[in-house]
C-alpha cells in the first residue's frame, strides 16, 4: 500500500495564559527588592511609566475604592471579592490617569518617589541554597512523585543546609497536599528516604543532613577511603561526645592512636565544614523589607495594611498619552501604545501582588491571632490548603504569596510561611501546631535544672499537663530538629561546662 501525503485536522482545547497574566504571576512570586528592581528597569526604558504624588481622581478612586479599602478588621468576617482583573487583557480604552496607589488606610500619608529606595542600595542577587538545590533536582529527578518529594524536601533544608522538619511530616504534608498526583497516595516513609538519599549527594558535599554527625560522614562518604577516613567515620558515628568533650586520651585507647596518628585524625576532621549551606549565603547582611505591616488598634484590634514605604506610587505619563492620541497610525505610534500597554500591565499587576497580599495576610493574622497574644506557643496548625479554600485561590497562588514576602509585627518580622505548620494528630484534644509543640519542648529544656535535664518522657508527662498529648518519639524528633541534644548528653555537656 502507498504511503500519500495528506492534511488531518484535529480538534482541541488548550489552556494558554495571557501575557498580562503571566506578568501578574511573576510579580506575585517576586519578594518586595526584587518587585523593586522590576519598576527601576521599566521606568528606565519606558518613558509612559512614571512615579509621582497624583490623586486619583473620582472616576478611578471609585473604581478601585474596594481594591485599596483601608485597613481589614479582623473582628469582622472578610469581605474581600475576588480580582478577575489577572485573567482579562488589559484594554487601550482605560482611563489614562490610572495610579497604583500605596493600597494603605492612611489617606494623607502616600508614599513619594523621594522615598522609593533603588535595589541597587542592597544586597545583589546570588545563588541561593535554595535555588542551587533545586536546580540539581530538576536534573536529577524526572517529572512524577520523586520531583514533588524532592521539591518538599529542599523546602525544609535551612541556610545552614540541614533538614530541619522529621520525614515523617514531610510525608504527611504531600499526602495532605498533593494527593490528586499518581503515586502519592501509596507513598511511604521508605520513599521519602531514598530522595532524601540522592539530595545528600548534591552540591555542597553534607546538605541535607538531620544533624552535625550525619553531615559530617556525608563529607567523609566523598572522600577517598584512607583509614584515617574510616577511623574518623567510626569516631563521629559511635564516639561523638568524645570530640564533644575534647577526650582526646580515651579515643587514642580506644582506637590505638599515637601522638603523631591523633593529631593526623583531629586535622582531617577539622577540614570539614559543619553548615555546608554557608558558602551559599550571602555575605553581606540581607536587607529584609516588609510587604505587611500589623498594628494594634484599641478599638478595633488587630489590624493589617500594605507597606506604603515598599514602593513608589506609579501612573502613566498623561502628556504622552494625548500625544499618543493626536498621532496618525505609524510606527511610532504603534510603539508608543506597546509601551503605553507594557506600563499599565506593571501597574495593575503591582496592584494585583498588592491585593493578594492583604488578602492572605489578613487570613493569616485572623487564624493566628494567639500567636501575636501569646506567642510560638500558641501557633495554631495552618497548611496551604485551608487557606486556598478559605479565599478561593489556587494552593500555587498561596505558596508565591507566603514565600519571600514578610509582615512586620509587634512581635518581629517574619516570613509569611513561617505561620505555616503542620498539626499533629492527639488523643483527647485538638491538633496542635508542630511549631507550637517545639516552642514548648524548648521552653522546658531552657528552663529545666541543668544537674537533672528532663527526659522525653518527662517531657511528655509534662506536655500532657498542658493538654499536650503526643508520644515520646515525636518529641525526640522535635528534639532534635531542634538541635537539642539528648538529657544524658546535656547532663554530660553541663557537667563538662562546670
Same mark, same amino acid.
Given at each position: 500500500?502507498?504511503?500519500?501525503?495528506?492534511?488531518?485536522?484535529?480538534?482541541?482545547?488548550?489552556?494558554?495564559?495571557?501575557?498580562?497574566?503571566?506578568?501578574?504571576?511573576?510579580?506575585?512570586?517576586?519578594? @518586595?527588592?526584587?518587585?523593586?528592581?522590576?519598576?527601576?528597569t521599566t521606568l528606565e526604558s519606558n518613558y509612559m511609566l512614571e512615579t509621582d504624588d497624583m490623586e486619583f481622581d473620582e472616576e478611578i478612586e471609585e473604581d478601585f475604592k474596594d481594591d485599596v479599602d483601608e485597613n481589614v478588621d479582623l473582628n469582622n468576617e472578610l469581605d474581600i471579592e475576588n480580582d478577575?482583573?489577572?485573567?482579562?487583557?488589559?484594554?487601550?480604552?482605560?482611563?489614562?490617569?490610572?495610579?497604583?496607589?500605596?493600597?494603605?488606610?492612611?489617606?494623607?500619608?502616600?508614599?513619594? /518617589?523621594?522615598?522609593?529606595?533603588?535595589?541597587?542600595?542592597?544586597?545583589?542577587?546570588?545563588?541561593?541554597?535554595?535555588?542551587?538545590?533545586?536546580?540539581?533536582?530538576?536534573?536529577?529527578?524526572?517529572?512524577?512523585?520523586?520531583?514533588?518529594?524532592?521539591?518538599?524536601?529542599?523546602?525544609?533544608?535551612?541556610?545552614?543546609?540541614?533538614?530541619?522538619?522529621?520525614?515523617?511530616?514531610?510525608?504527611?504534608?504531600?499526602?495532605?497536599?498533593?494527593?490528586?498526583?499518581?503515586?502519592? /497516595?501509596?507513598?511511604?516513609?521508605?520513599?521519602?528516604?531514598?530522595? *532524601?538519599?540522592?539530595?545528600?549527594?548534591?552540591?555542597?558535599?553534607?546538605?541535607?543532613?538531620?544533624?552535625?554527625?550525619?553531615?559530617?560522614?556525608?563529607?567523609?562518604?566523598?572522600?577517598?577511603?584512607?583509614?584515617?577516613?574510616?577511623? @574518623?567515620?567510626?569516631?563521629?558515628?559511635?564516639?561523638?561526645?568524645?570530640?564533644?568533650?575534647?577526650?582526646?586520651?580515651? &579515643?587514642?585507647?580506644?582506637?590505638?592512636?599515637?601522638?603523631?596518628?591523633?593529631?593526623?585524625?583531629?586535622?582531617?576532621?577539622?577540614?570539614?565544614?559543619?553548615?555546608?549551606?554557608?558558602?551559599?549565603?550571602?555575605?553581606?547582611?540581607?536587607?529584609?523589607?516588609?510587604?505587611? $505591616?500589623?498594628?494594634?488598634?484599641?478599638?478595633?484590634?488587630?489590624?493589617?495594611?500594605?507597606?506604603?514605604?515598599?514602593?513608589? $506610587?506609579?501612573?502613566?505619563?498623561?502628556?504622552?498619552?494625548?500625544?499618543?492620541?493626536?498621532?496618525?497610525?505609524?510606527?511610532?505610534?504603534?510603539?508608543?501604545?506597546?509601551?503605553?500597554?507594557?506600563?499599565?500591565?506593571? &501597574?495593575?499587576?503591582?496592584?494585583?501582588?498588592?491585593?493578594?497580599?492583604?488578602?492572605?495576610?489578613?487570613?493569616?493574622?485572623?487564624?493566628?491571632?494567639?500567636?501575636?497574644?501569646?506567642?510560638?506557643?500558641?501557633?495554631?496548625?495552618?497548611?496551604?490548603?485551608?487557606?486556598?479554600?478559605?479565599?478561593?485561590?489556587?494552593?500555587?497562588?498561596?505558596? $508565591?504569596?507566603?514565600?519571600?514576602?514578610?509582615?512586620?509585627?509587634?512581635?518581629?518580622?517574619?516570613?509569611?510561611?513561617?505561620?505555616?505548620?503542620?498539626?499533629?494528630?492527639?488523643?483527647?484534644? @485538638?491538633?496542635?501546631?508542630?511549631?507550637?509543640?517545639?516552642?514548648?519542648?524548648?521552653?522546658?529544656?531552657?528552663?529545666?535544672?541543668?544537674?537533672?535535664?528532663?527526659?522525653?518522657?518527662?517531657?511528655?508527662?509534662? *506536655?500532657?499537663?498542658?493538654?499536650?498529648?503526643?508520644?515520646? $518519639?515525636?518529641?525526640?524528633?522535635?528534639?532534635?530538629?531542634?538541635?537539642?541534644?539528648?538529657?544524658?548528653?546535656?547532663?554530660?555537656?553541663?557537667?563538662?561546662?562546670?
Amino acid at each position: 500500500m502507498a504511503l500519500m501525503p495528506g492534511l488531518q485536522l484535529n480538534i482541541g482545547q488548550q489552556l494558554k495564559l495571557t501575557p498580562q497574566l503571566q506578568q501578574s504571576i511573576k510579580i506575585l512570586q517576586y519578594s @518586595a527588592l526584587e518587585v523593586q528592581q522590576v519598576i527601576k528597569t521599566t521606568l528606565e526604558s519606558n518613558y509612559m511609566l512614571e512615579t509621582d504624588d497624583m490623586e486619583f481622581d473620582e472616576e478611578i478612586e471609585e473604581d478601585f475604592k474596594d481594591d485599596v479599602d483601608e485597613n481589614v478588621d479582623l473582628n469582622n468576617e472578610l469581605d474581600i471579592e475576588n480580582d478577575q482583573s489577572l485573567s482579562e487583557e488589559i484594554e487601550l480604552d482605560m482611563s489614562w490617569n490610572e495610579v497604583f496607589s500605596d493600597h494603605t488606610s492612611s489617606s494623607s500619608g502616600s508614599a513619594s /518617589s523621594d522615598e522609593f529606595t533603588s535595589a541597587e542600595n542592597y544586597t545583589a542577587a546570588h545563588t541561593s541554597l535554595y535555588d542551587h538545590l533545586q536546580w540539581q533536582a530538576e536534573i536529577a529527578f524526572n517529572p512524577g512523585y520523586e520531583s514533588v518529594v524532592a521539591s518538599y524536601i529542599i523546602d525544609e533544608i535551612n541556610d545552614e543546609g540541614f533538614l530541619i522538619e522529621p520525614l515523617t511530616s514531610i510525608l504527611e504534608n504531600i499526602q495532605n497536599n498533593e494527593s490528586e498526583i499518581t503515586g502519592i /497516595s501509596e507513598l511511604t516513609l521508605e520513599d521519602i528516604e531514598a530522595v *532524601l538519599t540522592v539530595i545528600q549527594q548534591f552540591e555542597p558535599t553534607g546538605v541535607a543532613a538531620r544533624n552535625l554527625q550525619e553531615t559530617l560522614i556525608l563529607q567523609l562518604n566523598a572522600q577517598k577511603q584512607t583509614p584515617f577516613v574510616v577511623t @574518623a567515620k567510626q569516631l563521629i558515628s559511635e564516639n561523638f561526645e568524645w570530640l564533644s568533650f575534647h577526650d582526646h586520651k580515651r &579515643i587514642k585507647k580506644f582506637y590505638g592512636l599515637n601522638d603523631h596518628e591523633l593529631t593526623t585524625l583531629l586535622k582531617l576532621i577539622q577540614t570539614l565544614n559543619p553548615r555546608p549551606g554557608r558558602e551559599y549565603a550571602d555575605t553581606e547582611a540581607e536587607v529584609v523589607i516588609p510587604d505587611l $505591616r500589623l498594628k494594634r488598634d484599641v478599638k478595633n484590634g488587630w489590624l493589617v495594611e500594605l507597606n506604603a514605604d515598599a514602593f513608589p $506610587r506609579l501612573s502613566v505619563n498623561s502628556t504622552y498619552v494625548d500625544l499618543v492620541n493626536k498621532m496618525s497610525k505609524s510606527e511610532d505610534s504603534k510603539k508608543m501604545k506597546e509601551q503605553l500597554l507594557e506600563a499599565k500591565g506593571l &501597574i495593575k499587576s503591582v496592584h494585583s501582588r498588592g491585593e493578594t497580599l492583604l488578602r492572605v495576610g489578613a487570613f493569616i493574622i485572623k487564624r493566628q491571632k494567639e500567636f501575636f497574644e501569646k506567642g510560638e506557643e500558641a501557633m495554631q496548625p495552618m497548611v496551604l490548603r485551608e487557606v486556598a479554600d478559605e479565599l478561593d485561590l489556587h494552593e500555587s497562588t498561596i505558596s $508565591r504569596a507566603t514565600n519571600q514576602k514578610y509582615i512586620q509585627t509587634p512581635r518581629g518580622t517574619f516570613e509569611l510561611k513561617y505561620f505555616f505548620s503542620t498539626g499533629i494528630g492527639q488523643y483527647g484534644s @485538638a491538633d496542635q501546631s508542630s511549631t507550637a509543640i517545639k516552642a514548648h519542648i524548648k521552653n522546658l529544656i531552657d528552663n529545666e535544672d541543668p544537674k537533672k535535664p528532663l527526659s522525653d518522657n518527662k517531657l511528655m508527662a509534662l *506536655l500532657e499537663e498542658k493538654e499536650i498529648n503526643v508520644a515520646r $518519639r515525636t518529641i525526640a524528633k522535635y528534639r532534635e530538629a531542634l538541635n537539642i541534644p539528648s538529657s544524658s548528653e546535656r547532663k554530660k555537656l553541663n557537667k563538662y561546662k562546670f
